[in-house]
């Protein structure tokens, strides 16, 4: 059993059609009237396929294609129809219209499931409209209060609860309706690497995570000519100790761990006076989170020991932290599996980028696919994946949804 490839590829650029902006991009920023004419457009697919259709009060819609055992819980698939303004025709969209050419292939194929399948489209994920992004997948797993949610403001000013009803998507179905059996997103990878290996399917084991600290560091001004130099308390001097540190640190702790010190700004900022003042920001990144959480305990015994040694006080500022998400080992294996059976090339990887995927993770076994993103390109209208490549992805998702749903 194969999709059929035309009729996705159809589906993708007729979605790309509503909200193309002159520079061949798509714009539809979350519950906005093009975000509502996107979710119209795949709602009616959804009905014209016989699945049923529920809307939850946080505006996640969801598609059923019943199984024959509707007490067991179904297999879920899915993603997301928003877009950034300058937003690709694959991100997200993709993975939405992928679920429904399974189904499609399914019913084509007259295959009736156990388990139902259900094909998720969650509110919000770009973010580029309300904060936070993955909000409506958030919601659903519990992560986020509904009332909180519904009175997050837009960039524009609008109210999301506002804008739910607005465009008729503040709908009615429980929060949390389906506990799945398992969730699987299909994604373009956004990121370079399968692309440069010309690997054809990447089995995503887990999704980075993420600390950045912004540092203030406040020291004394003084003549760099007349100020010995066990007299000091030069916060240029603790600035560029911290950057080394981070260097230093990533290089002892090996593995995954990356760390970056990405700005820097120093006060006078002049070459003849001891600087009196460093802000800079210190980005540490992981898959694990024990050991995430062990560089962000050495930065701070670094602080520590620094700020006694060169008499500068440093205070800390969060600006994000998110948990890497680990995927479910054995689903990222018949990912992993189903490709090699389709003959096509595969590799084992960590997602870059955050997904609905890493919400569902708190409430069911999840993983991803990824196919490879031409260049690396995403958030962009030279977003490109090969029409074969898209195709491919599909099928790994027919036959991954299949085997979990019988
Ligand atoms: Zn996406």
């Known amino acids: 059993m194969y999709i059929n490839g035309p009729r996705l590829l159809a589906q993708l650029e007729t979605l790309a059609d509503i909200g193309r902006t002159e520079t061949n991009a798509c714009c539809r920023l979350a519950l906005t009237d093009e975000d509502k004419a996107g979710r119209d457009l795949v709602v009616g697919w959804m009905k014209e396929l016989g699945m049923s259709v529920c809307v939850d009060p946080i505006g996640n819609i969801f598609g059923i294609r019943a199984g024959m055992r509707p007490e067991l819980a179904p297999v879920m698939t899915g993603s997301h129809t928003d877009t950034v303004r300058t937003g690709g ?9 992928a679920g429904l050419e399974v189904v ?16 998720g489209i969650f509110t919000n994920e770009e973010g580029a409209r309300f904060a936070p992004d993955m909000l409506g997948s958030l ?27 607005r465009i008729g998507y503040h709908g009615t179905a429980p929060l949390g309706m389906h506990k799945p059996h398992a969730f699987v997103e299909l994604h373009i990878e956004q990121g370079p690497l399968l692309d440069a290996d010309g690997i054809k399917i990447g089995a995503v084991e887990n999704l980075q995570g993420i600390s950045w600290q912004e540092l203030t560091i406040v020291g004394q001004s003084n003549h760099a000519g007349t100020t010995p130099m066990r007299l ?7 600035a560029s100790a911290v950057s080394t540190f981070v260097r230093e640190l990533t290089r002892k702790m090996g593995g995954n761990q990356v760390g970056t010190v990405g700005h820097v700004v120093l006060t006078p900022n002049l070459i003849n006076v001891i600087a009196a003042r460093a802000t800079i920001t210190v980005d540490l990144r992981n898959t694990d989170e024990l050991l995430l959480q062990q ?24 600006l994000a932290r998110f948990e890497p998400v680990i995927f479910d080992a054995a689903l990222t294996d018949r990912i992993a599996h189903h490709a090699e059976s389709l003959g096509l090339s595969h ?9 609905d995927a890493q919400m569902m993770a708190r409430i069911c076994p999840t993983s991803m696919i990824f196919v490879p993103s031409v260049g690396g390109i995403s958030h962009n209208p030279a977003e490109h994946t090969e029409p074969a490549d898209l195709i491919a992805g599909a099928n790994v998702l027919l036959a991954t949804l ?4 019988q």
């Open 89 to 97: 025709a694959y991100d997200g969209n993709y993975g939405v219209l």
């Open 104 to 119: 499609a292939t399914l019913n084509d194929a007259q295959v009736t499931t156990e388990r139902s399948i259900v094909v």
């Open 139 to 165: 919601v659903y797993v519990g992560g986020m209060p509904l009332d909180e949610a519904l009175a997050v403001k837009a960039i524009d000013g609008a109210i999301l609860g506002d804008e739910l009803k």
């Open 232 to 238: 000091r308390h030069d916060a240029g001097y603790a």
């Open 295 to 318: 560089a962000e305990q050495a930065l701070k015994d670094f602080l520590q020991s620094l700020s006694e040694s060169e008499g500068v006080t440093i205070t800390y500022r969060r």
């Open 347 to 355: 590799q084992r990887m960590t997602s870059g980028a955050g997904h």
């Open 402 to 405: 299949t085997e979990l749903a």
